[in-house]
Every structure is written in structure tokens, then in C-alpha cells.
């Protein structure tokens, strides 16, 4: 194999790791709590050979899964890439077939037309599996115990088109709720919308048109609604045929957010109109009465692409980060104006809420944020605890040098947020990566117990905790 080259997202904890293994009895410090029973799941991009060319997008390259395994005490650690067709067919020719620069390198004819998925953004526990998703493809199954692939689901043929990374699952019902963009096939605005039970059968599937092609990473559920957000992070063939950019910044487009009923169909969604920001993470979203209430990490406009005619964005909006907000949408009202409030002036990303509160009115909200200097790549050097009754927040910050990744919570008992936060902390002077156990209601005490993995995991995208049975 030929040298990755230097570029950002091959350096340093975004660079790849070439092995796949297991530990059977991680080192801990601490005492790993007793209650502490499950597995953390956690997934990213780590390209399996050097790009085509000179140009590499941090969202494609391959996925591997890294899973954390707690029980009475003890940690395991395991590590596999998602066996997807783009994997094996890498892995047979021995080199990179498919582009990783978003079209810039045209990919080897041999793949030409064939399926292309890095399953890289999300892996999500449901109905006895784990879904690995990177938001343009269908879902890819795997074992929950040991990492082996299964094969892309398509829920017994009922769906076969793209799959959201961040599904959203109802605590009470168990149900998996999820969308999926360009349903239509390439730079399409048609997006269909899926439920499926806790058994894993799909229920229901139904296709609506956004008011443009978009990137549409995120969405919302509350008890009643179901939340699209359409952003001007277009997709437009014209653009694409010139030889423009395939995702580009579009603010003249402006923001469009539907809202549905949950008893409802998506012939009933109800559009509401905004100025041009981007979110990538919504918190969470609830209903009170008409009022359906958001709040989100919003940025002035989206990240890491382009300005519609290929420049790139002045550096104080390229750059700008993403703070905390709540919008609230009044069905009752004759209006397609929606209220906006900033709930904290903190740079901060990644939103996570203990998921048994999912769609429902919240407390507790935790996420990733950066305290001390801003590196190439923005990895979090902080983990926030934000009390939205109280209005306050706290934080825990690892030491100079290290880095935390997206907060997860694992519940203990009863009542929200009653349990831990589970981080992963990259160790840049041991090039080594820890996992990181706190309390939910009081990470500025810093680590219960840390478990001292043996490798490093670069820098990924999302995880989840499954509780053991």
C-alpha cells in the first residue's frame, strides 16, 4: 500500500488505524461502576487505502465500529470495518475503486454504477441489531455481540432506498422512526419517511417533496410530531452539470421546516420558513399544547462545503460555530414565522440527551464544545452538561492534549439524566484513546472511573449505548 498522504483529515487522530482487534480486559482506574452494564458503541470514517488523488472529504472514507463492552466491573474492547460492497470490493483489488473527494477524482470504472456506501456516521441498536448508516445508503446490519456484518437491510424488501444516520426511537412504543433524502435517486427533492416497530418490521412508508434538494442530516420527533428540516445546503443538477459542486451553500434558498402529525400523513406537513442557517444536530423537540418546541445547535451557515458557485466561505462564516438554540413553532397560529431564542452563547456541538426523554419535554442536554485552542479538524476539548431549567451549564475538560468525542448517556435508574456520561478521550501525548465514565448531573467531578484502551480510535461521528438485557 502506497503512503496516505498529509492532508488534514488522514493527520494526526483523523488518520486511520489498519488493524482491527480485540481486547478481552481493559486496564480501568477508577472503579467502573456495578451498575454500569451494557456496551458504547461508536463509528467514523477510517479510509481502508490512500485516495485516488490529492483530494479526500472526511465524510467518505470507510466506516469501522469500535465497541466498549462493560460488565461487572470489567471493560472489552473491539474493533471491525463495516463489510459493506464498497469494503469488499476495495478489499479484493487491494486499493481504492471509489472517489473519497465528494466527485473531484472520478472513481475506477470497475465500480461504475455499483453501490457506494461508507456506513460511517451512526451505529444504532434496534431490534436486536446494530445499523451502521451513512445517510445516502441503506442500512447495513450487524451483530451487536461480534461486530460481523450481516448485510444491507432492507426490511424484508419493504424498503431498499436511503436511511437517515440519526433515526429516532420512541422509549414507550420502541418504534424506529427515520427519512431518507434523494428517495427519488440523485439530486432529487423526494424524501421518504419510515416507522418500524420494535419487532424490526417496517410499518409504514410514505414519500413527500421538500421545497428543494438538500442535505438533510437530521430531523426530530416529539410525541405527536414528526420535525423535517430543510436547509439551504443544496443539491442541484444544473449546478452539478457544469462542473459545480454536488453540495453547495445556497442562502437565497432560505430554511424550510415541516411539521406532520404523528397520526397524520405526509400529505398534511405543515412548512414553515426561516432565514439560511445550517443544523446538523438537533437536542431534542417536544409538544406543548399547538406549540411544538426545538432546540438545536445552529450554525450561519454549513460547514465544511462550498459557496454555490465552488469559492469557499469567508472565513468568519467557514469557520463560525454552532451555539445552542430553541425554536417554537405555534400550530395554532396563522403564520409560517417560527420564534427564535439562543439558550447559550457557547461554541458548542454535537447534542445528546439521555434517549429515554426522546420527543418528550426535557431537562438535561450534554454535548461536545471547545475551550481552549481551535485545531484544524475542531476536535471537542470539553464535555458540557447544559440545565435548561436552571439555565446554567458545567463542564469537564480532560487536560491539555486530549480530546473528547460526542457525549452518549447510559441511564442507571428512574428520572432523567439519572446515570453517566460516556466519552471517548483521545491521549495526543500517548497516541492513545480512554474511555471516560462521568456523572450525569455532575461531569465537572470528572471521570468515576477510566478505562485505558490499548489503541487509538480517530476522531468519528456518533455513537450509542445499548443496556445489557
Known sequence: MKPYPALPYLSGNFAPILAECDADDVIVEGEMPRDLNGAL??????????????????????????????????????????????????????????????????????VAGKPRNVANTNIVPHAGKLFALDEGSSPVAMNPETLETVGTSTFDGRYKGPMTAHPKIDAETGEMFFFGYMAAGPATPDIAFNVVDRTGALTRSERFKAPFAAMVHDFAITDRHVVFPIFPATIDVQRIMKGGPLIAWDPDQGSHIGIMARSGSTADIRWFKGPPVYVYHPLNAYSEGDTVVVDLCVYPRVPLFPNADGSRAAPDLGDAPAHLERWTFDLAANTDQFKRDTLDDLATEFPRIDDRWTGLKHRHGYTGAILGEKLPGSPFDTIVHFDLAKGTRETWTPGPGDFVMEPVVAPRGPGEANGYVLTLVYRSAENRSDLVVLDAQNVKAGPIATAKLPVRVPFGFHGNWLAAA
Open 41 to 110: 458503541y461508536r463509528t467514523g470514517p477510517n479510509p481502508m487505502f490512500p485516495p485516488l488523488g490529492q483530494s479526500h472529504h472526511w465524510f467518505l472514507g470507510e466506516g469501522m465500529v469500535h465497541a466498549l463492552f462493560v460488565e461487572d466491573g470489567r471493560v472489552r474492547y473491539r474493533n471491525r470495518w463495516v463489510r459493506t460492497e464498497q469494503y469488499n470490493a476495495q478489499r479484493k483489488a487491494g486499493r481504492r475503486l471509489y472517489s473519497s473527494g465528494f466527485g473531484l477524482d472520478a472513481g475506477d470504472p470497475s
